[in-house]
């Protein structure tokens, strides 16, 4: 823990300063400026540009104080610290402690940013919310985000993301929610994380970390949670559409666009989303909504009126020409799920799957490109396309489960990929793009919108 004092009694009481910046190009005057470092930079190089900007302070490594101690002038101050990321999320944390805040903090493998959205949307039928943006769910998204807190601020929904185990549990910390989503458990980042083990364990850092009058919300359903929840006899509320829960979805359906409804109690609710699995992403919002005090029939018009955040499950007409860009991110599960999607739609023309490398699996890595190649043909997916080296592992796999070889194409490159998909997509077809937020195949979808327009 690091003592925290006001450092500029001029800004107003909730504010930190006048404002935190990590970088030096957007810094404005009179910010305080943390001078971060990460693999591929240091914020210390970027200090005399602070200053020069005119910021009210910088906060340093200790061990730079004699490379940078000729750059005080004026009135900015310098702060030494330990570590300048700890630092950021404890003054992050001093400054939240302000606010009485309904704070609702979501992890998970899969859905975190979904589920996330849509508590924030229930959420916004009551009060004034804050959520963090897009994927700033880590120790220094988190803190930039409760820096975005104003005294007009009543709600806080954030999304937790971890590449070891103890960060979770510090973010738990910072944010000090009244409830924790743990959405599903399953192989990602094993390259840090190494195990499904060590996944769960760092997930579950989040309710170890509630506070005693807080509540978890558990997906019952998931296998991990589930086991987790009987051996060490975790109390919390549940959600599922299989096992018993305190929040059971019913009467799944869906429409001629592939729009998922279901009932909960006595009410049923169309989302505007595809897929199966969004149901239990609905479901954590509908229990984290209700014990937050919202009225069920609010809940389900916020779940109805929701829309699907860029990339994720995104259903995009281009012409006569179907999309589910789902481009975001990928992973084993979440590429499952996307198949078994894809495999429920109807479509007037062929059914047509571009995946891309899912990133930092680890040593498993072939293994799992290898069982999705497995679930194609079963997904009835007329023709297969891969991006990079190691989708080459699902194309492979596609043709040893029986997946007409010709109907299987590999390229090492996107827009190789593109310009196949420009020249032989038809109108009536379904595409379905997926693949690891680095493979950027939402340049492929944009690619062919331009081609269309």
């Not at 018009?301 to 990928?330: K, T």
């Not at 040893?400 to 490159?413: G, P, Q």
Request: charged share 30%.
């Amino acid at each position: 823990m690091i003592k925290v004092e006001v450092l500029n009694p001029s800004c107003d009481e909730h504010t930190p300063s006048c404002g935190i910046s990590i970088d030096s190009r957007t810094i404005q005057k009179e910010n305080i400026f943390f001078a971060l470092k990460g693999e591929n930079f240091d914020g210390h190089d970027f200090v005399k540009d602070a200053l020069d900007k005119e910021a009210a302070g910088v906060v340093i490594e200790k061990d730079k104080v004699e490379k940078l101690k000729h750059l005080a002038k004026g009135d900015a101050f310098f702060v030494a610290v330990e570590n300048t990321r700890f630092a950021l999320g404890q003054v992050a944390r001093w400054y939240a402690r302000k606010f009485d805040l309904k704070t609702v903090a979501i992890t998970g493998t899969n859905g975190k940013t979904t589920t996330k959205d849509m508590v924030a949307g229930v959420l916004a039928e009551k009060y004034s919310v804050l959520k963090s943006p897009r994927s700033y769910n880590n120790l220094v998204g988190i803190p930039l985000t409760l820096f975005q807190l104003t005294p007009k601020t009543e709600a806080l929904v954030v999304e937790l993301g971890t590449t070891d185990l103890g960060q979770i549990g510090l973010l738990t910390e910072l944010t000090s929610p009244d409830v924790g989503i743990i959405t599903n458990i399953g192989p990602a980042h094993l390259e840090s994380m190494k195990t499904i083990e060590r996944i769960a364990r760092a997930k579950f850092e989040l309710v170890e970390g509630l506070k005693k009058d807080s509540i978890a919300i558990l997906n019952i359903d998931d296998p991990i949670i589930s086991e987790k929840m009987k051996k060490e006899k975790i109390k919390a509320l549940t959600f599922g559409m299989k096992n018993k829960a305190d929040y059971f979805a019913r009467k799944i359906s869906f429409s001629d666009k592939g729009w998922v409804s279901f009932s909960i109690d006595d009410l049923s609710i169309k989302l505007r989303l595809l897929g199966e699995h969004n149901v239990y992403n609905a479901l954590a919002a509908f229990a984290a909504g209700e014990r937050l005090g919202l009225e069920k029939s609010v809940i389900k018009r916020a779940l109805e009126n929701y829309h699907p955040s860029e990339f994720r499950m995104e259903l995009v007409e281009i012409g006569g020409i179907r999309v589910i860009n789902d481009s975001y991110n990928a992973n084993p599960v979440s590429v499952k799920k996307a198949l078994e999607t894809l495999k429920g739609m109807r479509c007037q023309g062929r059914k047509i799957v571009l995946l891309g490398d899912m990133l930092e699996l680890g040593e498993k890595s072939e293994h799992f490109h290898e069982e999705i190649g497995k679930l194609v043909p079963q997904a009835d997916v007329d023709f297969l396309l891969t991006v990079g080296r190691l989708s080459e592992a699902v194309a492979r796999s596609a043709k040893d489960s029986n997946m007409n070889s010709t109907r299987v194409l590999s390229f090492s490159e996107k827009e190789d990929a593109s310009a196949y998909l420009k020249k032989n997509l038809l109108d009536g077809d379904l595409l379905l793009v997926k693949g690891s937020r680095r493979m950027e195949l939402d340049k492929v979808v944009e690619a062919l919108k331009n081609k269309k327009s």
